[in-house]
């Protein structure tokens, strides 16, 4: 698996396995297993996801050693804050059963966000937390962090697709070397995206599917990329993206889908955060 060297030197595995709204535990546990096998090594979960355990005993099954994992996790806006967030990286550090955790990221851009990232950097030069990070954070939250604070954050992980491509913010991420980071990759299967004629097209001359040529797509923008799956099949086709290479003209394509606007979350909106995440 290729990677990609984040801001502070480490090392992250640029395809990963998402778990987000996987929540019953032994399908969790069984899908988390599954992608060791295949060859995944990053993992992306949360706090508020509720799957953290399942995650760390799909780890401590595995035959993998700590060091061969990259584990990604998230503090949620209700427990923001610098003591919030102390005591959330704890409880995340006893699910997963790991002493520490590879890329701990601010999960939205809510509530004290200021002290949840002082208690970050903490542990961060502790050496509990290899790289610090965030979650939506759009320009004005993500530059009023970096003015505010000693570390800049390594990865900022955002909704990223085709049909909207975050141009104006990888401008400002660029800037100050922070790693973008695609969660939801085929827009939830949103606006036909696995039956898109061009996607179909590109998919053709090289006999993939549409859903490996948008992980080839953000493979050669250097993005990182946490597709989820419960079902193994696809899981190995997500993971199958080394033996092609997309050309120019194809980038270009793909690169005018752009509608410059979300499909999934508007971050903004609190009350949609909630209900994409199932709180009331």
């Known amino acids: 698996m290729e990677k990609l060297k984040l801001n502070n030197g480490i090392e992250m595995p640029q395809l990963g396995f998402g778990v987000f709204q996987i929540t019953d535990y ?49 503090v949620w806006i209700q427990k923001d804050g610098y003591e919030g967030t102390k005591q959330t990286f704890m409880k995340s550090l006893d699910n997963l059963q790991t002493d520490y955790i590879d890329l701990y990221l601010i999960h939205m851009p809510y509530g004290d966000y200021h002290g949840s990232w ?13 790289a610090i990070g965030v979650c939506n954070f759009l320009a004005d939250r993500l530059v009023d962090l ?25 401008q400002v991420m660029l ?75 194809d980038m270009l394509i793909i690169e005018k889908m752009d509608e410059n606007k979300p499909l999934i979350l508007e971050i903004t909106a609190l009350n949609e955060v909630y209900r994409l995440h199932g709180i009331q």
């Open 118 to 130: 002082r208690a970050l950097e903490e542990l961060y030069k502790e050496g509990k937390i290899k």
């Open 175 to 249: 800037k100050y070397d922070i790693q973008m980071m695609a969660w939801a990759p085929f827009a939830e299967g949103n606006r036909g995206i696995f039956t898109d004629e061009q996607l179909q097209r590109i998919g053709s001359l090289y006999q993939k599917t549409p859903a490996q040529v948008i992980l080839r797509w953000l493979r050669q923008n250097h993005i990182i990329a946490i597709p989820k799956s419960i079902h193994e099949d696809r899981m190995i086709q997500n993971y199958s993206i080394d033996d092609f290479e997309l050309s120019q003209e």
């Open 146 to 170: 970096i003015l505010t604070h000693d570390i800049v954050p390594a990865i900022n992980q955002m909704e990223l697709h085709p049909f909207y491509q975050q141009k104006e913010l990888k």
């Open 26 to 74: 032994d399908l969790c546990k069984q899908s988390v297993k599954n992608a060791f096998k295949i060859g995944y090594r990053l993992i992306d979960t949360a706090a508020c996801y509720g799957n953290e355990k399942a995650v760390g005993d799909a780890i401590r099954e595995s035959q993998l050693t700590r060091e061969e994992l990259f584990i990604s996790s998230k």
